[in-house]
């Protein structure tokens, strides 16, 4: 299982983008895909999941009502939309992938994707 993400770029405050992370191999209905971000010398954030059976999907109260994660099946691709940056966002954005939410929401999941750069200026 391998996890590419792309999308990364330097942008200013207020703007958005979109990040993306195309999984390879099958995803099954119980996975969880997710996102999380870290500042070198800090520890590593969750920021979103989404559960890919359903569809469900969760948040960090430091993104809620800024960020969308979403899934296309049938890429195998889970998106981030960011909306309203914030210099504090900036940060290397990594996908995860695991089968149990608890594991994956903690940090500890079985996959993760090289991460991508995000530079938020002000």
């Known amino acids: 299982v391998q996890l590419q993400a792309s999308g990364g770029g330097l942008v200013q405050a207020g703007d958005s983008l979109r990040l993306s992370c195309s999984a390879s191999g099958r995803i099954y209905s119980s996975a969880v895909m997710g996102w999380f971000r870290q500042v070198p010398g800090k520890e590593r954030e969750w920021v979103a999941a989404?559960?890919?059976?359903?569809?469900?999907?969760y948040y960090a109260n430091s993104v809620k009502g800024r960020f969308t994660i979403s899934s296309d099946k049938a890429k195998n691709t889970v998106f981030l939309q960011m909306n309203s940056l914030k210099p504090e966002d900036t940060a290397i954005y990594y996908c995860?992938?695991?089968?149990?939410?608890?594991?994956?929401?903690?940090?500890?999941?079985?996959?993760w994707g090289q991460g991508t750069q995000v530079t938020v200026s002000s």
């Open positions: 995860a992938r695991d089968s149990d939410w608890g594991d994956l929401v903690a940090g500890k999941a079985d996959y």
């Open positions: 989404i559960r890919w059976g359903v569809g469900t999907t």
